[in-house]
């Protein structure tokens, strides 16, 4: 599916300058569609070659959308000009909002932010795309947790069209406000959410990943079938299995027990142990060319 097309009068942002720490496949999301909306992108890796993979990558959806005259050269050019490397995190420093989407882990995420406060501008906002760490956690690492939000997208953030904004217990209202707007004005449906675990999506997505496993664990009948039932009967875009394989164990079975665990070992949200399994086979999915399914040249191999 094509994500490249701009609005042909992009909204106005209440920011104009966006960091993105972490470049991977959810940073290089975000910096597309914030580039789309009219903003100037920094983005920052810890990775030597990282931002320029992807800057390659979001210049081949621009250049895949011209050809498909969603958007026009000029566009393109526009759009590719707005993003800008920063080699250094110093660079980040002209930023009025930072998102991050670095390793999920609490400690690496506070260290980032402590030393961002020492960068940015004190008006700047912090933003943390966690998916299962808590946001007022991250932000008792800074000086001003005020100041620090969950900005919270979905893989892949350009067609997955909404995005949670979780203020911490001591973010600023006025904070959560911009940063709501900033989400509309990226294209994407904004839900507000508490700082809760899994916040809104990830609590109600876990019932089906979790008894999809079950089922699985049960015997009852292989991957593909139970992704298609949920499909045609359930009315989702993509089953558990594939959405797993999408999301990569690594990522996924770390959400599971993060959830689990913060809700004091509720049986409703336990993990299931294959997935532990799966992971330490290396069955990671899309990234590592297995995982629930096969995939060559990145098309899951599935039996008719
Ligand atoms: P990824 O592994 O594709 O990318 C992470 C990038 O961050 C890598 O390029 C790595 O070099 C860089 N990095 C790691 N630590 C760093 C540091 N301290 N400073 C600078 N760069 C650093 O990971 P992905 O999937 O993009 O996830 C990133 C974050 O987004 C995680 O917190 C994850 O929980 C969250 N998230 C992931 C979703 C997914 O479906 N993959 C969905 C929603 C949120």
């Known amino acids: 599916t094509d994500t490249s097309s701009t609005p042909a009068h992009a909204p106005s ?39 320029a ?7 081949g959806i621009w ?41 999920e882990k609490l400690e690496a995420k506070q260290a980032l932010f402590q030393q961002l406060e020492e960068i940015l501008d004190d008006r700047a906002v912090l933003a943390t795309n966690t998916s299962s760490l808590s946001v007022t956690a991250i932000a008792s690492a800074c000086r001003n947790p005020a100041r620090v939000v969950g900005f919270h997208f979905f893989n892949p953030v350009p067609l997955m069209k909404s995005v949670e904004v979780i203020p911490g217990l001591r973010t600023a209202p006025e904070v959560t406000e911009r940063v709501a707007a900033l989400g509309k004005a990226m294209g994407h449906f904004t839900a507000r959410a508490t700082d809760t675990p899994g916040f809104l999506v990830n609590h109600a997505g876990r019932a089906y990943g979790t008894e999809a496993l079950r089922i699985l664990g049960e015997s009852v009948t292989d991957p593909a079938t139970i992704d298609r039932i949920l499909v045609d009967q359930g009315g989702f875009r993509m089953g558990p299995f594939s ?17 689990y665990h913060q809700y004091y070992e509720e049986p409703r949200f336990r993990p299931s142990p294959l997935t532990r399994q799966r992971l330490t086979a290396g069955l990671l999915g899309r990234k590592s060319g297995a995982g629930f399914y096969r995939y060559v ?4 191999q599935v039996a008719d």
């Open 13 to 51: 942002t209440p920011f104009r300058t966006l960091g993105i720490v972490g470049t991977g496949a959810m940073g290089r999301g975000i910096a597309q569609i914030a580039a789309q909306a009219g903003l100037t992108v920094y983005l920052h890796d810890q990775r030597e070659g990282a931002v």
């Open 63 to 103: 250049a895949r959308g011209v050809q498909k005259q969603r958007l026009n050269e000029v566009e393109a050019e526009r759009h590719s000009a707005s993003l800008k490397e920063a080699a250094k995190l110093a660079e980040l420093a002209e930023c009025d909002i930072v998102v991050e989407a670095i390793v």
């Open 53 to 59: 993979e992807a800057r390659e990558f979001i210049a």
């Open 243 to 259: 959405l797993l394989d999408l999301t990569g164990l690594d990522v996924s079975h770390a959400v599971m027990e993060s959830i």
């Open 297 to 300: 040249d990145g098309k899951p």
